[in-house]
């Protein structure tokens, strides 16, 4: 075997190691996945909501008192895609449920905004 041919089988195999050890590391950093996430029925919370003072979009502050039927809050973030994605299909539940949805925006500056929908 000449020269050329082991500098060939030795980078071949170099790669082939390389490979190994990725393909263990992504192995091992695979996401463990519980079955059991998400298939319990939600915990049903039977204590008064406290008051609650918050800032609308308009500047004006108003407070929360506790509802008087389901009211579903929801918290989000300005900064995050799937928060935004949901956003429009959570605030148009009222109109086929009986439930009140508050939605509470956190931005970067650390300040609430809310949007109040109710039927």
């Not at 298939?39 to 008051?51: A, F, K, L, W, Y």
Request: glycine share 6%; charged share 20%.
């Amino acid at each position: 075997m000449n020269r050329t041919a082991r500098w060939v089988l030795a980078i071949a195999a170099l790669q082939a190691a390389l490979v190994g050890v990725y393909w263990l590391i992504e192995h091992q950093r695979a996401p463990k996945t519980d079955e059991s996430l998400g298939t319990e029925p939600p915990q049903r919370v039977d204590m008064p909501m406290p008051s609650l003072t918050v800032a609308r979009r308009d500047g004006t502050r108003s407070e929360l008192l506790s509802p008087q039927r389901r009211t579903l809050v929801h918290v989000w973030a300005t900064w995050c895609p799937p928060c935004r994605a949901e956003l429009p299909g959570l605030l148009a539940m009222p109109s086929h449920h009986s439930v009140d949805v508050v939605a509470v925006a956190l931005d970067k500056a650390g300040t609430t905004s809310t949007g109040f929908s109710a039927t």
